[in-house]
């Protein structure tokens, strides 16, 4: 069993930054995928970013590109998302999720069906 915890969200100004993060138990982090999802309210969870075990492949959804970076510290057990250049679309419930299994791929990674364990979310609000 892994659990998840995700911290760092608030409420930012459009334009703003805010760094995301999810610490994991459990002593093989280093071998699980990694994503981040969010929901808006009335909406379904979709994509944001994900990352190999090694932290050496990254995804992004189009929305992400350019603005949010995902990383890792295996040694910290952690995982974070930088966001920066805040919209006010970009607020939501941001989740973590971890993948024991081994995909490759975008479409693997951006796929939630993949993830075996999540966070309970952190709140993003970005105000305009």
């Known amino acids: 069993q892994v659990q998840l915890v995700e911290s760092g969200g608030g409420l930012v100004q459009a334009g703003g930054s805010l760094r995301l993060s999810c610490v994991a138990s459990?002593?093989?982090?280093?071998?699980?995928?990694m994503g981040w999802f969010r929901q808006a309210p009335g909406k379904s969870r979709e994509f944001v970013a994900a990352i190999s075990g090694g932290g050496g492949t990254t995804y992004y959804a189009n929305s992400a590109k350019g603005r949010f970076t995902i990383s890792r510290d295996n040694a910290k057990n952690t995982v974070y998302l930088q966001m920066n250049s805040l919209k006010p679309e970009d607020t939501a419930v941001y989740y973590c999720a971890a993948a024991v299994k081994v995909g490759y791929g975008r479409a693997w990674y951006s796929n939630s069906g993949n993830y075996d364990y999540w966070g309970q979310g952190t709140q993003l609000t970005v105000s305009s």
């Open positions: 459990g002593r093989t982090f280093s071998t699980y995928i």
